[in-house]
């Protein structure tokens, strides 16, 4: 199969100033003999995306691609088809890569020649002026780093558990794809009421199927915070398609059920409802944190109550 060394392959959906960022941090990417090419997957189809794409024919060794069904599972399988190359470098279309990312993954993949699945480094890029955009939402608190995609571990390069791997930065040996592990395509970004964790539910199974993963923090990446994210009502939202994620990937099989729903759910939600009352008035953060909490719990609700209506 290896055609080239690296295929890097990201779906995108209607995010034309978010994409040209992200395009234009690739023309900086230092290559030195990579040969490697960009595959992107339009999940929208639209003519607007193509445009922007192919613009940037004559400075990247790019490809344009469409996929019609929604998700971006489904996007990223398309991508994945027409590859040509052994080591698959999996991204976002909301990225800024850092000059040596390419080279980074591709070094620090040779020096792991065990590993399979490889993880880099994601840091915010945060809006100007995002300070006064944030007085209602807890920049510290432990749900940040998962809304927002921040992969920052407190360890160097070496192996790691699969799910510290994240989708902006992920890169996969095509091996991995062959043994007939591949993305879920039931699983990720599909419309506004999405289960997420299509990542993460992906290198379960990997991990699950014996390959070892490896984090390489030289590897860099930003992920583009967008302002409307700076909110609590977003942050909210974001909190339950993760407890959506939650019950579809780590189901619940023992507890005694009520409507397909784990009994102790429905007292847990009653409970951080009233917290969530309790303290909107009189603690901001300990009513971002009931909200949040509130949130996953409802999703997860939401979820294991759909897989039993599905089943009837």
Partial sequence: MKELDVSIIFATYKRGEIL???????TTLITDLINYEIIVVDNACEITTKTLVKSYSNKL?????????????????????ASKSDLLIFTDDDIIAQPDWLIEIVEGVSRFPDCHLFGGKILPDYPSGYEKLTKKIDLTHWFIPSAYVIADWEQGEG????????????????????SGVN??????????????????EFLQRASAAGYQA????????????????????????????????????????TAARVFGVPRFLFKKYLLLSAKHLLYRFV????????????ELVKGQIHH???MNNDKV
């Fill in 304 to 306: 294991y109550r759909k």
């Fill in 61 to 81: 060794p790019i490809q344009y691609l469409q996929e019609s069904t929604p998700g971006k599972n489904s996007a990223l399988i398309t991508g994945l088809k």
């Fill in 183 to 200: 993305f879920n395509p039931a699983i990720g970004p599909n419309g506004k009421d999405y289960v997420m964790g299509s990542e993460t």
């Fill in 283 to 294: 603690d901001a953060k300990k009513n971002f944190d009931a909200a949040i909490e509130c």
């Fill in 159 to 178: 192996l790691i558990e699969a799910g510290r791997i994240w989708g902006p930065n992920m890169a996969v040996k095509r091996a991995v794809f062959e």
């Fill in 20 to 26: 040209s960022r992200t395009l234009e941090s690739f």
């Fill in 214 to 253: 490896a984090y390489l923090p030289k590897a860099v990446v930003l992920h583009q915070i967008r302002k409307e994210q700076l909110s609590l009502g977003w942050l909210m939202g974001r909190a339950f398609r993760a407890g959506r994620g939650h019950a579809a990937t780590k189901a619940n099989k």
